[in-house]
């Protein structure tokens, strides 16, 4: 567990540790981990994983399994570690998340404000707030409680993006005047994006006679949002949003993909497309690799593509 933490901590490239995910993943190893690691350990590993943005179904299977001893016996870090991880790579696994809740009012006591962010934000991105409503205001009353000279301008984002999914699945949830409006400033700053590749895709469509649309729309209708999660390309009469994948969307996969096989989106992307749905807007996603491959096509190949996906749009 060490070694995947140290990894990680100092940034090495992802394709360098991609014998080391593929050897974590083995039934073998993960076997070893859960019977040997202790929950601090087994959450290195996983947090690791996460930080290189590997897919990892055989850990994932492997701490699902185990959940209850694991997280029961884990202190708030390993524990807000284990969901954060897990909700970051989309694996949204209800047996893990039940146990994470089942320990929520003692985290609420005895963790520190980061692992009180770290699992409001995992149950938001995993779409599990509503059903486990008593856990989450547990949760938030205690971060409405905490110093807000703790809490970074990260922390703040994930709060206001926690309230927004809240939203979502029909809870609201109070802060305080100081606490909200540190989140409402925090989702005012400008998320980066794939500007190329969003600058690529609007030629193309208007290239193909695609009018009409607007780049970079809040999905909500009076923008309560801000910056956070808007849409990158938006059909607004028809109400269809165009979603541009770039990279940071997607797992480093383990295993070999089949010919025009995506990689698995992480949770954050499928985060957003959940709520964008929630909110009456039918959601297209277009991925960078896909968007490669056209490019090589010829330019009738190219209008069909658009055409079939896009149908009377604009």
């Given at each position: 567990s060490n070694t995947v933490w140290a990894l990680a901590t100092m940034g090495f490239k992802v394709h360098l540790f991609a014998n080391l995910a593929r050897t974590y993943d083995r039934r073998e190893v993960v076997d070893k981990i859960l019977y040997e690691g202790s929950p601090q350990e087994i959450s290195n590993i996983v947090w690791g994983v996460a930080q290189f943005r590997s897919e990892c179904p055989g850990l994932v299977n492997g701490i699902k399994g185990d959940a209850e001893r694991i997280i029961k016996n884990g202190n708030s870090?390993?524990?807000s570690n284990i969901a954060y991880a897990l909700a970051d790579l989309g694996y949204f696994e209800k047996r893990v998340f039940d146990a994470v809740v089942g320990?929520?009012?003692r985290i609420a006591k005895g963790g520190n404000e980061q692992s009180l962010n770290n699992i409001l934000w995992s149950l938001a991105?995993?779409?599990r707030m509503k059903e486990n409503e008593r856990a989450v205001e547990v949760l938030w009353k205690e971060v409405n409680r905490m110093d807000v000279d703790r809490?970074?301008?990260k922390d703040w984002t994930e709060l206001k993006l926690v309230s927004l999914f809240a939203g979502s699945e029909g809870m609201e949830?109070?802060?305080g005047e100081v606490h909200q409006r540190k989140m409402d400033e925090a989702a005012l700053h400008t998320i980066s994006g794939s500007e190329t590749f969003e600058n690529n895709v609007t030629k193309v469509l208007e290239r193909f006679d695609f009018t009409g649309f607007k780049r970079e729309v809040?999905?909500?209708?009076?923008?309560?949002g801000g910056e956070l999660l808007k849409i990158d390309i938006v059909f607004e009469k028809e109400r269809v949003a165009l979603e541009l994948d770039g990279p940071s969307h997607f797992l480093k996969s383990i295993e070999e993909k089949g010919d025009g096989e995506e990689p698995r989106r992480d949770g954050p992307t499928m985060a957003k497309t959940r709520?964008?749905?929630?909110l009456g807007w039918k959601v297209l996603r277009?991925?960078?690799?896909?968007d490669e491959k056209l490019k090589n096509m010829p330019e009738e190949k190219m209008r069909e593509f658009w055409v079939k996906k896009l149908g009377e749009l604009g």
């Open positions: 870090q390993a524990v320990q929520a009012e991105v995993a779409g809490l970074g301008e949830l109070e802060a809040s999905p909500f209708d009076q923008g309560e709520l964008m749905e929630s277009h991925g960078y690799m896909s």
